[in-house]
């Protein structure tokens, strides 16, 4: 289970399943949207999908807040385009990937949790993502899945 995780070999031999790749294609297009939306129209992203009140602040502290959300985005964006880079051209490094982004999200969910914002109403965002999550979870689960491995010749 480790070499999968771990291959001696990153070259195009991928051996998990083909429709954790589609997944991971539908993961890595929604976050990259998701991404250039809070690089490129942070304050709608905040205050309508997040639910954050970024109105109540005052304009140097949304100015701040835009600014740091606009930084995540962009570090969100650039780990889309490595998911990218992998995808179509070091599969076998497709699982490893699809663990990293888990712990991220996982992590992430962790700090919010020990350090929330307030939010107001219920804002979409938070299901889409972890719908999000979902995908990923199983794309991971299938990617460690033997589905496209040659099978030894049986002897009969």
Avoid: C
């Avoid at 289970?1 to 195009?12: I, K």
């Avoid at 995808?87 to 919010?112: D, Q, S």
């Avoid at 929330?116 to 199983?138: C, D, E, Q, T």
């Amino acid at each position: 289970m480790l070499n999968r995780l771990l291959p001696s070999v990153a070259d195009f031999t991928y051996k998990g399943s083909r429709v954790s790749l589609w997944l991971l294609g539908v993961v890595l297009f929604m976050k990259l949207a998701i991404a250039l939306g809070a690089i490129f129209n942070g304050h709608y992203a905040a205050s309508v999908a997040d639910g954050i009140p970024i109105d109540l602040y005052t304009p140097q502290a949304t100015q701040a807040f835009l600014s740091l959300f606009a930084s995540l985005g962009l570090s969100q964006f650039m780990l889309g385009l490595l998911g990218v880079l992998l995808l179509f051209r070091y599969r076998p490094l497709v699982p490893l990937f699809l663990l990293v982004l888990l712990i991220e999200y996982l992590a992430r969910k962790g700090i919010n949790a020990y350090m929330p914002i307030a939010r107001s109403g219920n804002a979409p965002g938070g299901a889409i993502n972890w719908g999000i999550f979902g995908v990923m979870l199983l794309a991971f689960v299938l990617s460690m899945r033997q589905g496209n491995a040659p099978q030894p010749p049986s002897e009969a």
